[in-house]
């Protein structure tokens, strides 16, 4: 890969870079210059696993992130285009086989399918418990499950400039329309947070909402000035265009409009932070990433950092001291390192529990305290996001040490809980209570949660 130069902020603006941006999707697959280049069979199983994962990438993660040299270990390659152990073997097998045969459209779609359900599509219980009702309606294109926070989809901002072939709402972008958290209007939002005066943050999150056009999302981010709504101290963003299109902030025509308007934002009183995925220092390492980011910072908007620990693609302490370092250094606050959840491709992405605490542990290890700002490794399952605080002996059984970082109930927070030990374990699920105990501090209290969730669902269905 060809060493970023440094540039100035005017030749970044300069022509060359003002390149529009151009997507491709898996039935493009073909006419992507780097991918002709490669070996026929490489190329057939991409084809294979994009028919059921969601692939887009763009020119510029396609130029300047991913090192062609280096095909197919390079992380940025691993975490953009499919890989064929991505599937089980016997999925992959039936998918290969109808495209050989060049099946009907028909039956492809249905294995597609069948192959997609066995993939938990529906981690996290989120359609059933999040969707908050309201009115008693339920309120869609939001998600409300932690007391202080509410996470809204804009209906425009469903997709990315580029796909991560671990994401986690990967059902979305293969138009599994059940799943889509769309929402029609801003006004409803508006409604709903006047009532909610708990909520300090609003989340916008997708997809991506920086695909929108400014003038799309300018609606949204303004209402919240309007009275009645001060109580909602915080507007976060969550966003990957930093890495996979940081022109959204540089030389899009609408880019400097953005920026005007998260300003006007923070000139009203309100913290804008701007939740950043990222998942290895390669994305923070060209120009035009660092124009972007001195740019959002200089509207006063904060940039903070989280983004999975991924088998393949970051499961390395060094990668992620020179990340948060990187990060440190050019103004961005680590946040979560989140555990990949269970769902999609995770046979392929998980790492251990155990083995995911040594890597932060490390990491943590070999950064000053400015980085140390990043907690995890951290789950977010349905009861909450629950951390991994370490591994240690009590009373001579070998034990988890873990706590809620965010609950349903704001009261299990930060009081630690023990699991066994077990080395093999990759989530939540397959984690037992230590010390004999049958269950978990929680779980009495999360079955009732659910079960009274049931019982509401169940009378508004009856009204119907
Ligand atoms: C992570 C998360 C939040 C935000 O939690 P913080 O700990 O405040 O960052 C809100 N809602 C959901 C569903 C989440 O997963």
């Given at each position: ?6 540039m ?7 022509s ?34 994009a ?15 991913i ?11 691993r ?18 086989d ?5 099946a ?13 359900t ?7 219980g989120?359609m ?9 309606e ?14 809204f ?14 994401c ?7 138009g599994?329309?059940?799943l889509?958290?769309a929402?029609k209007e801003?006004?409803?939002?508006l ?12 989340l916008?999150?997708g ?41 959204r ?5 609408d ?13 009203a ?7 950043a ?6 994305e923070?390492?060209t120009?035009m990433?660092h ?5 959002l ?26 990340m ?9 606050v ?17 790492v251990?529990?155990?083995?995911a ?7 943590m290890?070999?950064v000053?305290?400015l980085a140390?700002?990043?907690r ?13 605080q ?5 009373d001579?059984e ?6 809620f ?10 009081k ?7 080395e ?5 699920n ?16 999360y079955?009732d949660?659910?079960?009274?969730r049931?019982?509401?669902?169940n ?6």
């Open positions: 890969m060809t060493q970023p130069i440094k100035t902020a005017n030749q970044l603006l300069a060359d870079h003002q390149k529009p941006f151009k997507v491709y999707a898996a039935r493009h697959l073909e006419r992507i210059p780097q991918v002709q280049a490669l070996p026929a069979n490489m190329r057939f199983e991409m084809q294979v696993i028919n059921v994962l969601p692939f887009r990438v763009n020119d510029y993660v396609l130029e300047n992130l090192d062609w040299g280096n095909i197919p270990d390079d992380p940025m390659f975490l953009l285009f499919p890989q064929r152990e991505m599937l089980a073997e016997d999925d992959f097998s039936l998918i290969a109808l495209i050989k045969r060049q009907p459209a028909e039956q492809l779609a249905q294995a597609v399918e069948t192959v997609r066995k993939l938990n599509p529906h981690p996290a989120q059933e418990l999040n969707v908050p009702i309201f009115h008693r339920r309120v869609q294109g939001l998600q409300h499950k932690y007391r202080e926070t509410v996470l989809f804009p209906s425009q901002g469903q997709v990315c400039h580029s796909y991560c072939t671990f986690f709402r990967w059902p979305q972008f293969v599994d329309k059940d889509r958290f929402s801003s006004d409803e939002l409604r709903y947070l006047k009532h909610h005066t708990q909520v300090s943050d609003i916008f999150t997809g991506d909402p920086m695909v929108m056009k400014t003038a799309n999302f300018e609606p949204y981010l303004r209402g919240l000035l309007k009275p009645g709504l001060e109580h909602v101290q915080t507007v976060r963003i969550g966003t990957k265009s930093l890495s996979f299109w940081p022109q902030f540089v030389t899009d025509p880019a400097d409009d953005l920026l005007r308007l998260l300003e006007s934002l923070v000139k009183g309100k913290h804008v932070a701007i939740m995925h990222y998942n290895h220092w390669r923070l390492d120009p990433a124009e972007a980011i001195r740019r910072r200089s509207t006063g908007a904060i940039i903070r950092s989280q983004g999975p620990l991924l088998n393949h693609i970051n499961a390395d302490a060094e990668v992620w001291a020179k948060w370092r990187e990060q440190v250094r050019l103004g961005i680590p946040y979560y390192m989140f555990v990949e959840r269970d769902t999609g491709a995770q046979h392929y992405f998980e251990p529990l155990a083995k605490w040594e890597i932060y542990r490390t990491a290890r070999r000053s305290g140390r700002t990043a995890g490794p951290s789950m977010s399952a349905s009861p909450g996001k629950i951390e991994i370490g591994v240690t002996k009590i001579g070998k034990v988890f040490v873990l706590r970082i965010q609950g349903r109930n704001p009261n299990w927070v930060q630690p809980f023990f699991a066994k030990y077990d093999q374990a990759t989530w939540l397959h984690l037992k209570p230590a010390f004999g105990a049958k269950q978990f501090f929680y779980e009495a209290e079955a949660m659910i079960a009274h049931q019982e509401i669902l009378e508004l269905e009856g009204e119907c």
